[in-house]
């Protein structure tokens, strides 16, 4: 049994995503890794930051992110699905540039998958998720955050990244250009696996999580509506130690100090 893993990355020196530990916490489950990275801005490190890890399992694939062919952030799936397309493994692990996994769970997901293997009714796999807040300390359990995602895959041509990348879709004769396909769409028939995948997408400085926030909001509604909506320069978390914001029981061991 073969596992690959893939993702897609840009300008994550500028907008301080932790790709370098979220690929270094799955890296040992997996025979490969590939990487869809974007056009960076001119001065930001990600090339480097990824060079970095020194692992013959990697492969980096150069993009340009075409917003305007792929808008509504729909250009996140289409650079996912270019990864994917990449992969040769049975088994595909998509981690995206903020998430980690634990190493207590490495057992866990392989023994998942070498049991599902030969039952190709399931066609992936179901994590639940541990969302961090504003530090490593706090989660977000409130019902703003999702609770479980698809993460792991079967290799099946039929079976894309969809919408804003958050999941993925079952798309018969798929032809790569509207990843919020309606009709002739199927949610995948998944299995639970008992991990987890660690979520710090909320994690930064507050003036990193408002660029983040920024270009987030400009991808999915367009430069006019982040102009009017987004003027401050600071992202405020609020009092993190309020409900539904809990300390978390775990963290992965490969966070940033």
Known sequence: MRISGFTFIRNADKLDYPIKESIQSVLPLLDEFII????????DTTFELLQSINS???????TVW?????????????????????CTGDWLFYIQGDEVIHEKDYATIRN?????????????LLFKYFHFWGDY??????HSAYGQ???????????????????????????GKNFRLKEGVYKL?????????YHYGWVRPPDFMMRKRKMSNTLHHGQSTTTENFAATIFDYGPVGRKPILKAHIRPSCKRE
């Open 66 to 86: 075409d917003t305007v062919a792929f808008p509504k952030a729909q250009v996140y799936a289409q650079q996912t699905d270019l990864a994917r397309s990449h």
């Open 56 to 62: 013959p399992k990697i492969k980096i694939i150069n």
């Open 36 to 43: 869809a990275m974007g056009d960076n801005d001119e001065g």
């Open 149 to 175: 995602e698809i993460r792991i895959i079967r290799n099946h041509p039929d079976i894309h990244s969809y919408g804003d990348a958050q999941g993925f879709r079952r798309i018969p004769n798929f032809d």
């Open 112 to 124: 998942r998958c070498e049991e599902l293997l030969p039952n190709t009714a399931i066609e992936g």
């Open 189 to 197: 028939n998944v299995a639970r696996v008992n991990a987890g995948i």
């Open 137 to 142: 300390w706090h989660q977000n359990r409130s």
